[in-house]
C-alpha cells in the first residue's frame, strides 16, 4: 500500500515538472488557466508526502517502543534472579566496591565467575563432607562424659569502671578573684576587692554543693553497680548448681541402669556429633537393662541431601551461570554410601560413649521419614555387641564390609527407599 502511494506520488511530481514545461510556451491568459489547474495537483502531492512521512514515523516510533519493552523484559527477568543487567555496567549502576564507580564489563565477567568458582568450591565441600562421614568419625571421636557435662563457675571480678575514681574537690585557690588593675589608693577600689573576694567565695561554696551532690550519686551509682554485678554472679551460679545437679542426678541414674538416664545420655552423645549441612537426625531410644541393651531408631534424610551439581560455569555470551549435573547413577551410589556411613557412625559414638557395663549392645534401625499413614520404610538394620564391634577393623575396611561383617541387613537400593525386615 505504501509502494502505490508512492508511485502515485512520482506521478504526480512528473505532471507537475511537465505542466511547467508548457507553460513557458503558452500565453498568460493560459498559463493562468494552468495555475489554477495546478494548485489541486501540488496540494494533492503535499498531501501523499505528508501521509507517507507520518507512517515512517510511526514505524520507527513503533520499533523503538519494541526495543524498550524487550530491554525492560530481560532487566525484569535478571533482577528475578538476582543478577545484574550486563546493560547497566557502563550505566553505573554496580559500584566498583565503596568507591562508587561504575564497573566495567571486564570486572562485571570476573565478579560473575569468581561466583561460579565460589559456588563450585561450596557444593565440592558439602560433597566431600557427605563422602567423608566415616572418615570424620574415625578421626574426631566423641568426649562425652558427665563431667564435660558440668558447668565451671568461674567469677568474674568487679569493674567499676570511672565510678571507681572519686570526683576531684573544687579548691579554693581555683576562685581567687583577679588581681586588681588599679592601685588600693585608688578611690573604690577596696570596695570593689572586697565584692570581687565575696562573689569567688559564694562560687566556692556553690562548687563545693555541686560537688557534694555528684559525689553522693556516684557513690550511689557505685553501690547499684556493685549489687547488680554480685546479684548477675550469684544468678549464674544458681543455674549452674541447678545444671550441674541434674547432671549428677543423671549420672547417678546412669550408673544404676536407670533406662530414662541410660536413653537420656545416649541422646546427649548422638547429638553431640556435627553432620554436613542438610543432615538432621532425629532419634528415638529404648534402654533394656535386663539385656544391657540400647535400640536406636532414625529417621535419615532423603537423597536429596546429595549435591545434584557438580560445578558452576559462567557464560559470558548468555549473561548466564550454568550448571553441570551430576549423573542419577552417581546420585544413588553417593547416597546409598551416606545411609551406610550414618549407621556406622552411629555404632561408633555409641560404643565409644557408653560404658561396657551399662551397654553392651546396640541395635539400630535406619529409616526414610515418610509422611502419616504410610509406613516408614527400614532402609538399614544392625545389632552389634561390643566384642563384634571391638574385633572389627575399623580403619582397614570400608564401610560396606564393616556392615557384612556385622551381618547387617542393608537395603539394596536406599536411593529407591526398598526396605529391609528390621532385626
Not at 537426625?281 to 532414625?298: K, S, V
Amino acid at each position: 500500500m505504501a509502494g502505490g502511494q508512492a508511485a502515485r506520488a512520482v506521478q504526480v511530481t512528473r505532471v507537475d515538472r511537465g505542466a511547467r514545461a508548457v507553460r513557458s510556451s503558452l500565453p498568460p491568459a493560459r498559463v493562468r488557466q494552468l495555475r489554477r489547474v495546478a494548485r489541486p495537483l501540488e496540494a494533492v502531492r503535499q498531501e501523499q508526502q505528508r501521509r507517507i512521512w507520518q507512517r515512517t514515523a510511526a514505524k520507527r516510533a513503533a520499533r523503538q517502543v519494541e526495543t524498550e519493552q524487550a530491554v525492560l523484559e530481560r532487566e525484569q527477568r535478571l533482577r528475578e534472579i538476582g543478577e545484574t543487567p550486563p546493560g547497566n555496567r557502563e550505566n553505573g549502576r554496580r559500584g566498583n566496591g565503596d568507591r562508587g564507580e561504575p564497573e566495567t564489563y571486564e570486572g562485571y565477567v570476573r565478579r560473575r565467575n569468581a561466583e561460579a568458582r565460589e559456588a563450585t568450591v561450596a557444593v565440592g565441600a558439602r560433597s566431600a563432607a557427605l563422602d567423608d562421614l566415616w572418615t570424620t568419625a574415625l578421626a574426631s571421636p566423641l568426649h562425652v562424659s558427665f563431667g564435660s557435662l558440668r558447668r565451671k563457675v568461674t567469677a568474674e571480678p568487679f569493674d567499676a569502671g570511672d565510678l571507681a575514681t572519686p570526683l576531684a574537690e573544687p579548691q579554693p585557690e581555683d576562685f581567687q578573684p583577679a588581681g586588681a588593675t588599679l592601685p588600693s589608693w585608688v578611690p573604690g577600689q577596696r570596695a570593689a576587692r572586697e565584692r570581687a573576694r565575696q562573689a569567688a567565695y559564694a562560687d566556692y561554696r556553690q562548687a563545693r554543693a555541686e560537688h557534694r551532690a555528684a559525689e553522693f550519686d556516684r557513690v550511689r551509682r557505685l553501690s547499684v553497680a556493685r549489687l547488680e554485678h554480685q546479684q548477675r554472679e550469684n544468678a549464674i551460679a544458681a543455674e549452674a548448681n541447678a545444671h550441674n545437679a541434674t547432671v549428677d542426678r543423671l549420672r547417678a541414674g546412669y550408673r544404676e541402669h536407670d533406662p530414662g538416664a541410660v536413653e537420656e545420655f545416649a541422646r546427649i552423645v548422638l547429638s553431640a556429633r556435627s553432620w554436613p549441612d542438610g543432615v538432621m537426625l532425629r532419634w528415638r531410644l529404648t534402654y533394656r537393662p535386663d539385656y544391657c541393651q540400647i535400640d536406636a531408631e532414625c529417621d535419615l534424610p532423603g537423597p536429596e541431601i546429595v549435591p545434584g551439581v557438580r560445578r558452576y560455569r559462567y557464560v559470558a555470551a548468555a549473561d548466564a551461570i550454568r550448571r553441570q549435573l551430576v549423573p542419577e547413577e552417581e546420585l544413588r551410589r553417593r547416597y546409598d554410601a551416606a545411609v551406610e556411613q550414618i549407621a556406622l557412625v552411629a555404632l561408633f559414638d555409641l560404643f565409644h560413649a557408653l560404658a561396657p557395663d551399662v551397654v553392651d549392645v546396640v541395635r539400630l534401625d535406619g529409616r526414610l521419614s515418610a509422611p502419616p499413614p504410610e509406613p516408614e520404610p527400614p532402609l538399614v538394620s544392625v545389632a552389634a555387641a561390643r566384642s563384634e564391634w571391638d574385633a572389627l577393623p575399623l580403619r582397614a575396611e570400608p564401610p560396606a564390609d564393616l556392615l557384612r561383617r556385622l551381618d547387617a541387613r542393608v537395603s539394596p537400593s536406599p536411593y529407591d527407599a526398598v526396605p529391609v525386615i528390621p532385626w
